[in-house]
T-cell receptor, first 114, second 115 residues
Framework: GQNIDQPTEMTATEGAIVQINCTYQTSGFNGLFWYQQHAGEAPTFLSYNVLDGLEEKGRFSSFLSRSKGYSYLLLKELQMKDSASYLCAVRPRKKNSGNTPLVFGKGTRLSVIA | GAGVSQSPRYKVAKRGQDVALRCDPISGHVSLFWYQQALGQGPEFLTYFQNEAQLDKSGLPSDRFFAERPEGSVSTLKIQRTQQEDSAVYLC?????????????FGDGTRLSIL
């Protein structure tokens, strides 16, 4: 089966650093994505990991350990506009030709407070 | 436009009515996905097209749900004889490659409310 776990809610202070964890158990693994979703809007792509290690992109970094089935998203220098849901999504291994749908976690709702 | 466009943004229908939701993917994108997102949940996969071919429809919850992409561009998700449990946001996403790396780009979704 497919199972992706992430915390439901988190709160952090403006200017601080926050780490959102994600653990997964899927039928094969072909990459992990993090998306940001503001209420009533489209999920927007933040990061992609397929190999172990840290990927850094500005204030956002994402880490992957395939052996542990674990990823985290790190947000630095938090701003009020970072208040949103953060979705962890895994692409299982392709069964046949073509692309593969993503399996999403339920999302972590982050509130940034002054 | 530059992004994935979905219409309508909001749809209210009475139980038992049929509805049709439209998705305009990013021009040239081969892959197109439909997802259903309930309130406070992550998106859940419904169906996937590669060009005009529907390669995976394993996520469609019942035979009342039907999707098509006849010319390999615009896609329509149709729900027949709607029921209250169909109320959700329906998201469309497109992707430019056939595999690794490139992300799926999402539209703003259609919020469907069944009365």
């Amino acid at each position: 089966g497919q199972n992706i776990d992430q915390p439901t809610e988190m709160t952090a202070t403006e200017g601080a650093i926050v780490q959102i964890n994600c653990t997964y158990q899927t039928s094969g693994f072909n990459g992990l994505f993090w998306y940001q979703q503001h209420a009533g809007e489209a999920p927007t792509f933040l990061s992609y990991n397929v190999l172990d290690g840290l990927e850094e992109k500005g204030r956002f970094s994402s880490f992957l350990s395939r052996s542990k089935g674990y990823s985290y998203l790190l947000l630095k220098e938090l701003q009020m506009k970072d208040s949103a849901s953060y979705l962890c999504a895994v692409r299982p291994r392709k069964k046949n030709s073509g692309n593969t749908p993503l399996v999403f976690g339920k999302g972590t709702r982050l509130s940034v407070i002054a | 436009g530059a992004g994935v466009s979905q219409s309508p943004r909001y749809k209210v229908a009475k139980r038992g009515q049929d509805v049709a939701l439209r998705c305009d993917p990013i021009s040239g994108h081969v892959s197109l996905f439909w997802y259903q997102q309930a309130l406070g949940q992550g998106p859940e996969f419904l169906t996937y097209f590669q060009n005009e071919a529907q390669l995976d429809k394993s996520g469609l919850p019942s035979d009342r749900f039907f999707a098509e992409r006849p010319e390999g561009s615009v896609s329509t998700l149709k729900i027949q004889r709607t029921q209250q449990e169909d109320s959700a946001v329906y998201l469309c996403a497109s992707s430019g490659d056939r595999g690794r790396g490139q992300p799926q780009h999402f539209g703003d979704g259609t919020r469907l409310s069944i009365l």
